[in-house]
């Protein structure tokens, strides 16, 4: 029986693994996709989260590749109009986060197992039996669900997500290269007739990452994110000819969620992260709000599995008033970030509409 497994490979959950697995707590980390992915997605370090890297060995890792201070260039109606800077944290890819925790992981001498689908959960006072869908199961004490917004730990589980989602898809996202494009600016192109196109240089890479209201067809409906779609909007917004995208690596949409889970704890399983909530981009919370997840409920786990330090004997039996503490810390929490994102992106949405005002508009 392993001490704790967790359900993710994503900064949650690997956070969440490095924190215990330095305590000498035993962890599993199951991911189900195939192997790990490049790309950009949440791409903002909060100075919180380096300083929780830092206690984990892994911010040192992180820093030589971010990219401290980032000029946001603004446009309207294709001409530039003024430049911001900001640097209250570390520009950086979500795949580089990523690929340092799990470094850091196989220090600890723990290894992500990829293509391990969960299927079913059953516990007792003792353990959480997590059955695979190749059949095999995992005896654990608990389990963690750091399994994103479509969390199938929180589905197995029946526990309600509870909020609301936007009708339709407010925003096409992907990697893509853009030779001839400035990498000295995070471009941001807004338009009097509303929409607009953001393009970020990852540092570390030759890439950008896109950010675009949708495209639409002469019907009115949303078109799927494509290369093509991408350079389309590119002249339309950024009206500039000599651009042309280009080797799209990663292709998304998004749209507006506020949701959060109802619960954060059945029994001796818990969901952090995107697993327990979800909310809007602005002020760039994601990663950093799983993480500060992933930090609360090591302690929990240290705690109720031997003391603040992880060692000693393993508890056996449940330990409610143990176990609540995480659940009691981050379920307010998780409501005012929902609270607070939402209003940000109210903020950006209409600041943007005024020349020379970006995304700086949805900062602390």
């Not at 599993?28 to 192997?35: Q, Y």
């Not at 220090?107 to 353990?127: F, K, M, P």
């Not at 994103?148 to 997500?161: A, D, E, V």
């Not at 080797?247 to 949409?253: D, M, P, R, T």
């Amino acid at each position: 029986m392993t001490d704790v497994l967790i359900a993710g490979s994503g900064p949650t959950g690997l956070t969440l693994a490095c924190d215990l697995a330095r305590r000498g707590i035993g962890v599993r980390v199951i991911e189900e996709r195939p192997a790990p992915h490049r790309e950009s997605r949440g791409k903002g370090l909060t100075p919180g989260s380096l300083a929780a890297f830092a206690e984990l060995g892994v911010a040192e890792r992180l820093t030589p590749v971010g990219q401290r201070e980032t000029v946001l260039r603004k446009y309207f109606d294709g001409a530039h109009i003024s430049d911001t800077a900001v640097g209250d944290g570390l520009l950086i890819g979500q795949w580089q986060v990523e690929g340092a925790l799990r470094e850091r992981l196989a220090e600890l001498g723990v290894q992500v197992e990829y293509g391990a689908r969960l299927a079913a959960i059953s516990q007792d006072t003792a353990g959480v039996d997590a059955k695979l869908a190749d059949g095999s199961v995992i005896r654990a004490r608990h389990l963690a669900g750091c399994d994103g917004g479509r969390s199938t730990t929180r589905g197995l589980l029946g526990i309600p997500f509870e909020g609301y989602s936007a009708p339709e898809e407010s925003m096409v996202i992907g990697d893509v290269r853009a030779p001839g494009l400035s990498r000295d600016f995070w471009h941001q192109w807004f338009s009097s007739e509303g929409g607009g196109m953001l393009l970020c240089p990852m540092p570390g890479t030759d890439t950008f990452q896109l950010q675009s209201s949708p495209e639409r067809d002469e019907r009115g409906e949303l078109l799927p994110p494509s290369v093509e779609s991408f350079q389309r909007l590119f002249d339309r917004h950024a009206r500039m000819p000599g651009i042309r995208l280009a080797e799209a690596g990663w292709l998304s949409v998004w749209r507006v969620n506020v949701r959060m889970a109802a619960r954060l704890r059945e029994g001796r399983v818990f969901l952090a992260g995107d697993a327990a909530h979800v909310h809007p981009i602005a002020g760039g919370l994601g990663i950093n709000t799983g993480v500060e997840d992933a930090a609360a409920l090591a302690r929990t786990l240290a705690t109720a599995l031997g003391g603040p330090a992880g060692t000693g004997a393993r508890v056996t039996v449940d330990v409610p008033d143990v176990l609540d503490a995480y659940e009691a810390e981050r379920l307010p929490a998780a409501a005012a970030v929902l609270a607070d994102t939402a209003e940000r992106h109210e903020r950006v949405m209409a600041a943007v509409r005024t020349p020379g005002r970006g995304t700086e508009a949805g900062r602390g």
